[in-house]
């Protein structure tokens, strides 16, 4: 028999000490470390054979979701930049852990050329793909419209928009009926922070190019699907995307009174590719500890 876990005590609760990483930051490197299911997801054999790609595979939620699908009988390719390589090799030992092949393709996917190449490395490597979670993401926090540079909303822009654009496109020729694309939305797709101008913003529009997607790609099989997460404790938070003032208190307006953990969420994203989930699409799935839908 599994014990009732109270969601409350859980996990860690703020306040947490401040910390900052320069961006990208590295999840083994804050404190407390997040959960992403090293040692309690426990997979059956739900994606058994299926061949994914997960870009940002290395941290946060990403991590989360690569490490799940290993324990589901999947073979993974993450994506991660260059200076993430240390989180990724953790991430690639489990995969071989759980029996299942593991790459690491490392690479800025501002780049349209390598977004290209990314798909075709993974779809060689894999010797297919039926499962693409375009999950990474970038955030920074800027008081005011004032602060941000072309540059810096380029960036959020590049990250967030065009690489799923890119991805997505390189990825369609090789996604047979039944494969599933996850994107990763946010509560502030729907109730946008002052200080996330540009963030938010592409949030919204992963919201809309999932539910578009869905209807394109519906007669062809293919499902399209979305994660709006709310506040979970990863890197990304604490290299930009939150003030410091923040992270002290970082989830403490929840119904649980802390933050998500990246490993709270994995089961979402097998559920989402599962055969069993077959008459999900369009849909975004919330987890965001009792706000965050419309
Ligand atoms: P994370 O920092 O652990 O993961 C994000 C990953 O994005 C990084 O590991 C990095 O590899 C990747 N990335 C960023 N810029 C890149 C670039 N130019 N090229 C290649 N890779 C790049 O943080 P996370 O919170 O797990 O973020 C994952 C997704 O979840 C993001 O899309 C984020 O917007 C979304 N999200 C997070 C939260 C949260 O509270 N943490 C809430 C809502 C949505
Ligand atoms: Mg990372």
Redesign the pocket.
Known sequence: MKPLEDPRGKYPKPPFERQFQPF??L?HKMNPVPDHGEETYVGTVRLKGRKALI??G??????AAAIAYAREGADVVI???PE?QS?ADQVLELIEKAGQKGFGIP????DESFCKELVEQAVKKLGGLDILIN?????KTNESILDISTEAFD?TM???IY?PFWIIKAALPHLKPGSSIIG?????AYDPSEDLYD?AQT?AATTSYVKSLAKQLGPKGIRVNGV??????????I?G?QTQENIEVFGEDTAFGR?GQ?AELASIFVQLADNTGSFATGQIYGSAGGSGQP
């Open positions: 990208p930051g999840a870009t940002g290395d941290s946060g939620i990403g991590r994506n991660f930049l993430e989180d690479g800025d996917l501002r999950n990474a993401g970038h955030q960036r590049k990250t967030n690489a990763l939305s946010s509560v502030q963030y949030k709006a997460p709310g506040p979970v404790w990863t890197a990304l938070e290299s995307g933050p990246p």
